[in-house]
């Protein structure tokens, strides 16, 4: 079983930025991938960002060139990190990983990201 804790939300106001951590139970250098997801109020889950275990990554439009994700493969954590955030950004984020043999999804419990209009 895979755990993962993500931390780093908040309230930040147009303009900034923050940066979000997945902290994972369990070795991700192997993952088949990691992303992060985000579900806006009173809307479903969307994608935000991904990274293929070839280091290959992708973005939702609405965040291409806002939005990095990164992994450190020493500390089994990866990040979203986030700038120039707009009142459409907020949401509660998510971090999935895709791991194993079956190939298994996992999602964390999720961090709030808050930018007022």
């Known amino acids: 079983q895979v755990q993962l804790v993500e931390s780093g939300g908040g309230l930040v106001q147009p303009g900034g930025s923050l940066k979000l951590s997945c902290a994972a139970s369990?070795?991700?250098?192997?993952?088949?991938?990691l992303g992060w997801y985000r579900q806006p109020p009173g809307k479903g889950r969307e994608f935000v960002a991904g990274?293929?275990?070839?280091?290959?990554?992708n973005y939702a439009d609405s965040v291409k060139g806002r939005f990095t994700i990164s992994k450190d493969i020493d500390k089994r954590i990866f990040y979203l990190y986030m700038f120039n955030l707009k009142p459409e950004d907020t949401a509660r984020y998510y971090c999935?990983?895709?791991?194993?043999?079956?190939?298994?999804?996992?999602w964390g419990q999720g961090t709030q990201v808050t930018i007022p209009s």
């Open positions: 369990v070795e991700i250098f192997n993952a088949h991938s």
């Open positions: 999935n990983v895709n791991v194993g043999a079956p190939l298994t999804s996992y």
């Open positions: 990274l293929s275990g070839s280091f290959e990554t």
